[in-house]
């Protein structure tokens, strides 16, 4: 065929042209990795956005941007790690809207720690009630489970080293709900009924920790142990008084080399008094289990555990690359009190790792439970 040797031409120009275009990208992707080194080993700021689709059972398809800012305080304090925050915007095919941003910074050689998290949602919800028999008696449908939440919450840390390891802290979390369009079952619920439908909470509390974690957005080893109450009254301005323990252990092991570590969360929260059904607790979410409706499972106290292993890949050279998987198990439960925390469900599932930053990835996870499953996208590690 006379068109045969045009169509290896087209075929051989086009090879050349995709890697001239592959070289010239892999010179800008190296060049900035390296002014990205120099930037952060001389303790100025970086920025790295960054942008992908995620998908949830609850949400829907999620078309997600962020970015990821990390900092020094002071760039002659050798000893604090770089401070960082993470913030990431969604809008799903579902309607639903969020924004969530999570400060962690490093002052005074470490010897003071102030962290901050802004979250907001506006979003279709369900709810099916409160406690397991309740939940799994309940069929998920427009008519018998929806409803429409609006929250918007600030969770303030200042945490003080009183001596190495050793933190205390005091916290402040108001919020301010907005619940809506009710579907008939949801708003008879005996529960729900009790509570408006716009509040604002106020929480005022305080904390103890233990940390020897290397770097907390990832650590590769080390034990940290925090105990926090919270106490919501209407003598700080919040519409309902009711208080708020959790208990979040976690332990990190590197195992044959860095890179390759094995991870731990142990995280029980008890709630008492009158709780609204939003703050109720629950342990699904990108930083629970992941793969788990958003608020399908509620009740006053909740628990679960997680066995996660996280591995970097190595380049030919033997040093570590950008690229990491994760694979994790878990299981939850929720009660009323912790003494009833008898009924567990499982979880698992698997994650890409990306490092935009030293010890700082981008993570991409998708997560199965019981009766749903979801492709979380977030920056830093789930814990």
Known sequence: MKSAPIILLFLLLLSCGTSNAQGKFKEVWNERNARKEAVIKAGEPWLSPMFAPAYTADAGLLISGGMLYSFRANKNDSISQRSSLPATIFYSTKGNFGIQAHLKTFWMEDKFRFDASLVIRDKDNNYYGKGFDQIEATHQSDTTTLYHETNSSLDIDLIYKIKPSVFIGVSFKPAYVVTKSFAKPVEDDPYRSQFADTYFLNGIGGQFAYDTRDIVVNAWRGVYVNLA????????????????????????????????????????????????????????????????LLGHYRDNTTAFLLGEWRYTFQKNNGRLSKSGMVIWLGAGSIAPDVVGLTKWVPNGGVGYRLELQPRMNVCVDFGVGRDSKGVYFNFVEAF
């Not at 919270?230 to 519409?239: A, C, H, Q, V």
């Not at 570590?261 to 979410?285: C, H, K, M």
């Open 229 to 292: 109450a919270m106490f919501y009254d209407n003598l700080w301005g919040s519409k309902y008084d009711y208080q708020e323990y959790t208990l979040d252990a976690r332990f990190y092991k590197t195992l044959t080399r860095p890179g390759n570590v094995l991870a731990f969360r142990w995280f029980t929260r008890s709630t008492y008094g009158d709780v609204p059904i939003t703050e109720l607790s629950d342990f699904s979410g990108g930083k629970n289990l992941r793969g788990y």
